[in-house]
Nanobody
Framework: QVQLVESGGGLVQAGGSLGLSCAASGSIRSINDMGWYRQAPGKQRELVAS???????RYADSVKGRFTISRDNATNAVSLQMNSLKPEDTAVYYC??????????????WGRGTQVTVSS
């Protein structure tokens, strides 16, 4: 009923930039929190950044000042601009959204993930 489709990611050298995008589609009534999480090999999934429908943002300390999250409520999309990338940013990045479907309740949805690799 609901899909989150991510795009972007790839391979970049340290100090470079990448952008990620995620669009939600389906029988969506409303979306509250949207965000990006990442999971590196052997590590737990962690919050990178999130943004509420009103625009309030939250960032992991490790990405503050380097990453910027934004969203377009009209298109149910969220983006993450990543600058000054470091090798430790290498991970699979997942889009997450808290969505209320038409005629239903709130649920959390995840994208399939997109690989970001930063070479030193």
């Amino acid at each position: 009923q609901v899909q989150l489709v991510e795009s972007g990611g790839g391979l970049v050298q340290a100090g470079g930039s990448l952008g990620l995008s995620c669009a939600a589609s389906g029988s969506i009534r409303s979306i509250n929190d949207m965000g990006w999480y990442r999971q590196a090999p052997g590590k737990q999934r962690e919050l990178v950044a999130s943004i509420l429908s009103g625009g309030m943002t939250r960032y992991a300390d490790s990405v503050k000042g380097r990453f910027t999250i934004s969203r377009d409520n009209a298109t149910n999309a969220v983006s993450l601009q990543m600058n000054s990338l470091k090798p430790e940013d290498t991970a699979v990045y997942y889009c997450k959204a808290d969505i209320r479907i038409r005629g239903g309740s709130w649920s959390t949805y995840w994208g399939r993930g997109t690989q970001v690799t930063v070479s030193s």
